[in-house]
């Protein structure tokens, strides 16, 4: 046993007998075993919202069991892959205290970027890289404007939004991007099944893990959080607050451009006027996966699955005949209650995990 | 006017008042002063009724009872996005028809700013004017009440030297008033120049009851604030190393606040700076992180010049430990293990872009071992107590095992213990070769670990007090002074 090894058990073994009475009084068990190993940094935080999806899931399946049809379910994912890529993205922005509104013109201009190119004869899959250095580069303007103008992400993004969103207008010149290739290998390999499931849905999978990895494992996910968390200690720590914007509003832009390459692919148009009112869907996605607007935290898993409630909201209500007018209600309803429930577990959760320490 | 006896207040079993007396009259001036936590502030939040005595009364002279105590605290309590008027108004505006009546604002505050030389347009933003103005201001409030006594707390801490002057000359105007000011300070230049009696607390105790200020000077207000002079601290000789010094600062000039300032700090070498609050000795620490820029002059931190930023000088080798922890040190709503990584791989990339966690967290529990931090890596920082937060502040800049330490208060709120313990850190890095830069703002810190003490007056040295002759007495009378202090040991840059 090493010197050090001894000192963190004594310091253990000091402070288990210090709050010793208090874990003796609920019945539960000290620090030390099992209970306390289990590695409840994360465990809480994703448990609430995949909870509640699955709580909607089988809500709406009990009484309409065509609803859990794989191929309903599968369409349904599909629907949310668009905006849970951006709420991947979404989440590095939120986690660090920035903001980017401007997804949904990014997406639009990224679109309409990659049609034209594949129209005027350019090969699809040489068209992916272009779309999505275009949204890297979308990302990087967001970050440097913010930067260089002292402003905050939000003011800028909520001008740039519509600036992405106008330059995709003009270059589409209002109108959808038709005629294009749609027997080529990109369109029915990107645009359609592997393995009896939509192409989409493993990239989104993909980024899913990758993201995940980087922001809880990587240094550049550590830097967000910490910056997130306090951006004054951050800054007296040394670290490159700047570069980190950078890089955390670039990789927004990047999963931005990855969900413009599959809606091209799979729509198999630019359509210019697309993606309206998806940032703030993704935004909510965020927030109902359990990453706050004050930074410090976030969740790509939990981003997902509130991207996968919301669009299994609006795939029940299809199911439960709501008038169509009343969708908007009742997706505003659901946000409310799954943010409500998933804070209200959060905080059981801690106050758990304090008794028990 | 106002009889304050035997007041007695404590906090948890420690006294922060113990049989204090005090007795404003009209037309003066009286000064209170005594160190940080001498039980200053405690008095004047009795006195204003805020707080309430565990002991002992407060009277009023009959004459007082309509108009009262108003107290200008410390910090400015103001609205900077109101205009002057309606932060000269904050409860029970003058009324017209349900509207706030400019006219009858403006006639009421007209005389009363008159009065403080504030001449401002009351439709003025109050964040527009200069910080001296909105000192100003807030006293302005506190007259328009119509108080027969005035508690200024602090006034001057923020003020240029220029505003200084313009106080004097409202203090004088009001007590030709008859008003009784309690003005309570730490620059004992003031009290010689505006008070007319002087009281004195040491540890809650008055040690100087409302003696007249033309009787006793500045030496005999230090002795009243310290007591007499502790035996010398046994201190450990250390040898600074040989070779070019990590931390060179010469004929530095930063715009209104240093002036031609030239220091070094050799390895090794434990140096402290100290000045009253605006001195310079911060401004100067500031020089060597890099956060601030530098008008003329020669800097060399590490092996490079002039940082440009606080990354710049953390890259140079400069570890910083700023006085406010919880806003600038920690990331309390993290655990221990990601607070002692926050430099040395977050900031300096050490480890790579993705080291094993558990490597991570094992540097961490040696660290934690090496400061006996109480709590594991895993634990969450806010749950720590004070000291042990200090502690991860200080494994966070250890971990990146740093050739200048620069310290500012480190054991603001610590215990004994742990700031013995801090104390023993220092002298262990010190003795490893690291450059060590102290500021604080208890002295006694200062004596204790440094082995010189750099003395600023208005932004130059003007004192550096080294060997038997660094003691509390000293350090305060150069402070105050400025001019009178050498010591024996070192030279004095003067110019």
Not at chain 2, 265 to 273: D, N, S, T
């Amino acid at each position: 046993m090493t010197e050090t090894d001894r000192a963190v058990e004594d310091a253990e073994r000091a402070r288990a007998r210090e709050q010793g009475g208090g874990t003796r009084r609920f019945g539960l068990p000290p620090a030390g075993t099992w209970a306390a190993r289990l590695p409840t940094r994360w465990l809480p935080d994703e448990l609430g919202v995949l909870l509640v999806l699955a709580l909607l899931i089988a809500g709406i399946g009990i009484p309409y069991p065509d609803f859990l049809d794989s191929d309903n379910l599968l369409t349904t994912a599909h629907n949310s892959v668009y905006i849970s890529l951006m709420a991947c993205g979404m989440v590095f922005a939120l986690a660090m205290r920035e903001v980017d509104l401007s997804v949904g013109g990014s997406y639009a201009m990224c679109l309409v970027v990659g049609a034209l190119l594949v129209r005027e004869g350019v090969d699809p899959w040489l068209a992916v890289p272009v779309m999505l250095l275009t949204g890297t580069a979308l990302g990087v303007f967001n970050a440097l404007v913010t930067t260089l103008l002292a402003l905050p992400s939000f003011i800028v993004t909520l001008g740039t939004l519509m600036l992405f969103r106008g330059i995709g207008l003009a270059l589409a010149d209002g109108k959808q991007i038709t005629d294009l290739p749609l027997d080529d290998s990109f369109f029915t390999l990107a645009g359609g099944d592997l393995g009896g499931v939509p192409f989409a849905l493993w990239v989104l999978l993909a980024v899913t893990a990758v993201l995940t990895v980087v922001l809880a494992r990587t240094r550049f996910g550590s830097r967000v959080r910490a910056i997130g968390s306090n951006p004054e200690a951050a800054t007296f720590s040394g670290i490159p607050v700047v570069r980190t914007r950078v890089q955390a509003l670039a990789l927004s832009g990047l999963t931005t451009a990855c969900a413009s390459v599959l809606a091209l692919a799979y729509y198999g148009a630019g359509d210019p006027t697309l993606g309206q009112g998806y940032e703030l869907q993704a935004i909510a996605a965020c927030i109902i996966g359990g990453t706050p607007l004050a930074g410090g935290r976030g969740s790509v898993v939990g981003a997902v699955a509130g991207a996968l409630i919301l669009a299994v909201v609006a795939s029940g209500l299809v199911f439960f005949e709501v008038p169509i007018n009343w969708t908007s209600f009742a997706t505003g309803a659901v946000i409310l209650v799954a943010v409500a429930a998933d804070s209200a577990l959060r905080r059981r959760g801690r106050r758990r995990a304090s008794r028990r320490q | 006017m106002l009889d304050a006896r035997s007041l007695v207040k404590s906090y948890g079993g420690v006294k922060a008042l113990d049989r204090a007396d005090i007795r404003l009259r009209g037309g003066e001036v009286h000064a209170l002063v005594g160190e940080n936590g001498a039980g200053k502030s405690t008095l004047v939040r009795i006195l204003s009724g805020t707080l309430a005595p565990d002991e002992g009364s407060v009277r009023l002279a009959d004459r007082a009872r309509e108009g009262g105590i108003a107290v200008v605290s410390q910090e400015l309590s103001l609205f900077p996005d109101l205009t002057v008027r309606e932060n000269l108004f904050p409860h029970r505006p003058p009324r017209r028809f349900g509207l706030l009546d400019r006219g009858a604002m403006d006639r009421a505050a007209r005389p009363v700013l008159a009065d403080l030389g504030l001449d401002v347009d009351p439709g003025t933003l109050l964040g527009e004017l200069p910080l001296a103005d909105q000192q100003l201001t807030e006293i302005a409030r506190a007259l328009l009440r119509r108080p027969r006594v005035l508690v200024l707390d602090e006034p001057t801490s923020a003020l240029p030297a220029a505003a200084v002057d313009r106080l004097e000359q409202v203090l004088r105007t009001l007590t030709e008033r008859g008003i009784a000011i309690l003005y309570v300070t730490h620059f004992l230049e003031e009290v010689m120049r505006f008070a007319h009696r002087v009281t004195v607390l040491r540890d809650g105790r008055v040690t100087l009851a409302g003696v007249r200020g033309e009787e006793i000077g500045v030496p005999d207000l230090v002795k009243a604030m310290l007591g007499a002079a502790p035996p010398l601290p046994v201190r450990r000789e250390r040898a600074p190393a040989d070779g070019p010094p990590p931390v060179v600062l010469s004929e530095v000039c930063v715009p209104g606040r240093l002036t031609d300032v030239t220091f070094t700090v050799r390895a090794g070498e434990v140096v402290g700076v100290a000045g009253l609050q605006g001195a310079g000795h911060l401004d100067a620490l500031a020089v060597v992180c890099g956060r601030t820029a530098v008008s003329a002059g020669r800097v060399g931190v590490g092996d490079r010049g002039l940082p440009r930023s606080l990354r710049d000088a953390i890259r140079a080798g400069v570890a910083f430990v700023p006085s406010d922890r919880k806003r600038f040190g920690l990331m309390t709503d993290r655990t221990v293990w990601e607070n002692t990584t926050s430099v040395s791989w977050l900031a300096l990339g050490r480890g790579g872009v993705m080291p094993s966690r558990a490597e991570l967290v094992r540097r961490t529990a040696d660290l934690t071992a090496r400061l006996r931090l109480r709590g594991g890596p895993h634990d969450v920082v806010a749950r720590l107590s004070g000291g042990n937060q200090q502690k991860v502040v200080f494994a966070k800049w250890l971990a990146t095992d740093p050739r200048i330490v620069v310290l500012d208060d480190p054991t603001r709120g610590v215990d004994v213990g742990v700031r013995a313990e801090m104390h023993a850190i220092v002298g262990e890095l010190a003795a490893g070769g690291a450059a060590v830069l102290v500021a604080s703002t208890d002295l006694a810190e200062l004596t204790e670990v440094c082995d010189r003490v750099l003395v600023f007056v208005r932004g130059r040295i003007t004192a550096e007090v080294s060997g038997g002759r660094l003691t509390e007495h000293e350090l305060a009378a150069a402070m105050q002074s400025g001019a009178d202090v050498r010591s024996n040991g070192g030279e004095a840059h003067r110019s």
